[in-house]
């Protein structure tokens, strides 16, 4: 019997899957070792409290403090201008600049000081008046009493037939008489003080209108009320000037101010850092006499200065373009002191940069580098990944003041862990190389 080969394939092929299957099956297990977790190595610094105080900058122009203004308060022609009247010209206080034609005012002077000197007289002559009345009334007196004692007296020689009734009519005529004249002279006492108050009142508009004349007088000379720097003239000699005419405009010297513009949040970091506030009488806080420091510096070319300032208060409003708020700072300057090589003298419109600085508290800083968004990876004492959520409160020196969970001597990686796995292991690195 003849076997087709062809079907000897199938059995062939089912016994070669049952041979190889029993041989893995059978094969023995190769020895496996288990893989250990690898620590990454990180940089990592102590942390601890330092005293940071905030620091914003800001830029302003320069402007005087004080700007005074000469406004005519008489009219007249220009008699005297000083010759160093001019732009830009720093005059001493006490300088007489300009003086105005006093002839009218001297004439109004010398007719008030005779008005005054009349209305004093007619109030001395009613003062006399009244001390003569009381002397002739205490004299009437007298005599009414010596005239009452005669009509008594003619009484009684009535009474005895010694005198006619005529003689008595008389003498009672003469106590009449002496007694009307009592009464005028008391009804002129008494009208006396309404009179004297009038001529009170008389020597008080005299009085006043002398002082108005010599006020006047004292305005037609334009005497500087401290060391001024002259900004504006718009006056000449032989010049007819009119009330209220502006004359010339200068600035204070002395004390400069910087309206230095801040965002509202560096400011609000600013005031955040202060303990409490020096409040006026009323309770209002006040800026000055806080532990805010400032400073303003000038760079121009080689030329680099720094002044420092006073935080005097804030503006009154936010600026609607650059939503910002103005801080005014004054710097002190003191002329005399000026030397060629010195700091300069500030000068209206300078454009300079302004620091202000609050106060120091202990803060958390942590380096830039440190920072990953809102958190920071700390080193656990298992040595393994922590993550710490943080709150910036403000940046200085391209360090960051932070606000967070920490305790003092925790390890605050600096350098970046990809991938950032919190609880991974880790290991620090030594100054020597890898711990």
Known sequence: ?????????????????????????????????????????????????????????????????????????????????HPELEKGQVLPAGTEVLRIDPLDYELKLAQAQADLASSQTSLQKLTQQEDNLKQSLAIEKNRLQITKLELDRKRNLQDRGLTSQSDVDQQQQNVLSQQKLLQDIENQIALLPDEKRVAQAVVRVSESKLEEAQRSLSRTKIVLPQDLRVSQVDIEQDQVVNLQQTMFTAHGIDVMEVVAQLSIHDMQVVINSLSEFERSTSGIPQAQGTDIKAHIALSSGNLSAQWPATVARLSESVDSAQATIGVILEVEQDYTTLEPNSVPALANGMFVKASIEGKANPSWVVPERALHGDRVYVMDAESRLQFVPVEVLFRRNNEVIVQGDFTAGDKLILNDVLPAIEGMLLREETEGGEQ
Do not use: C
């Open 1 to 81: 019997m003849k076997i087709n080969r062809k079907l000897l394939f199938f059995p062939a092929l089912a016994v070669g899957i049952i041979v190889l299957v029993m041989s893995i099956k059978m094969r023995p297990d190769l020895p496996s070792k288990p893989a250990g977790e690898r620590a990454r190595l990180v940089e990592t610094q102590p942390m601890h409290r330092v005293k940071v105080a905030p620091e914003v900058i800001g830029f302003g122009h320069v402007s005087p403090k004080v700007e005074w203004k000469a406004i005519a308060e008489v009219t007249g022609k220009v008699v005297y201008r």
